[in-house]
Nanobody, 122 residues
Framework: QVQLVESGGGLVQPGGSLRLSCAAS????????MGWFRRAPGKEREFVAG????????LYTDSVKGRFTISRDNAKNTMYLEMNSLKPEDTAVYSC???????????????WGQGTQVTVSS
């Protein structure tokens, strides 16, 4: 089973940027879609962005459109989330996931990483 490991989280000031990476222990080609989800304290897991295996289709939740960019490098078995213009409400644990269908539904993503903390605060 392919393991997913996130990195790149940290503390950033409002308006700042971070780039998250999701490295797989094996090929990510079997994942028809990959996604980023986040969970803020006291809130349910929320879909952030998703991408198809070829990278040809992407999907974003409305609150991050125009600020976040998802991408994947199949040759490096890695997915990325470029986050710009960060806001305090973006604070959460961000997890990457590999799945079968590009959607906002966690159930469509059977493989998960453990997450990386992103904190946006001055």
């Amino acid at each position: 089973q392919v393991q997913l490991v996130e990195s790149g989280g940290g503390l950033v000031q409002p308006g700042g940027s971070l780039r998250l990476s999701c490295a797989a222990s094996g090929s990510i080609l079997p994942f028809n879609a990959m996604g980023w989800f986040r969970r803020a304290p006291g809130k349910e897991r929320e879909f952030v962005a998703g991408i198809t295996s070829s990278g040809g289709w992407t999907l974003y939740t409305d609150s991050v459109k125009g600020r976040f960019t998802i991408s994947r490098d199949n040759a490096k078995n890695t997915m990325y989330l470029e986050m710009n213009s960060l806001k305090p409400e973006d604070t959460a644990v961000y997890s990457c996931a590999g799945g079968t269908t590009l959607s906002q539904t966690p159930a469509n993503f059977p493989s998960w990483g453990q997450g990386t903390q992103v904190t946006v605060s001055s």
